[in-house]
């Protein structure tokens, strides 16, 4: 078992930006692949960045390269998400997500990730 815990999120005005945290604790080895995810009151659960964390290989949802990162530190067990310039529509709640799963493929796709933490508000304001 894998247990995640968000923080980060609040509100901001269209061009700011947030850094997102989610600390994992618990069988954290066991997770190959790390997420970030969001969902919009309406809407569908969207992937936002991955990382592979073997590889060190990244992966970014076309609608918010180039804005945001993400990042991992081993050695505190902690996934971040560095958003910048946001817009409006990047309001969301924002969910890490994990998974032992080794391949490459899916890596943005919530089907993919067995474990989710209970997620941070992401208020963007035009």
């Known amino acids: 078992q894998v247990q995640l815990v968000e923080s980060g999120g609040g509100s901001v005005q269209a061009g700011g930006s947030l850094r997102l945290s989610c600390q994992a604790s618990?069988?954290?080895?066991?997770?190959?692949?790390l997420g970030w995810f969001r969902q919009a009151p309406g809407k569908e659960r969207e992937g936002v960045a991955a990382i592979h964390t073997r590889s060190g290989s990244t992966y970014t949802a076309a609608s918010v390269k180039g804005r945001f990162t993400i990042s991992q530190d081993t050695a505190k067990n902690t996934l971040f998400l560095q958003m910048n310039s946001l817009k409006p529509e990047d309001t969301a709640m924002y969910y890490c997500?994990?998974?032992?799963?080794?391949?490459?493929?899916?890596?943005?796709?919530?089907?993919?990730?067995?474990?989710w933490g209970q997620g941070t508000q992401v208020t963007v304001s035009s």
């Open positions: 618990g069988y954290v080895y066991s997770s190959n692949r």
């Open positions: 997500a994990a998974d032992p799963k080794s391949t490459l493929v899916a890596m943005l796709d919530s089907n993919a990730y067995n474990y």
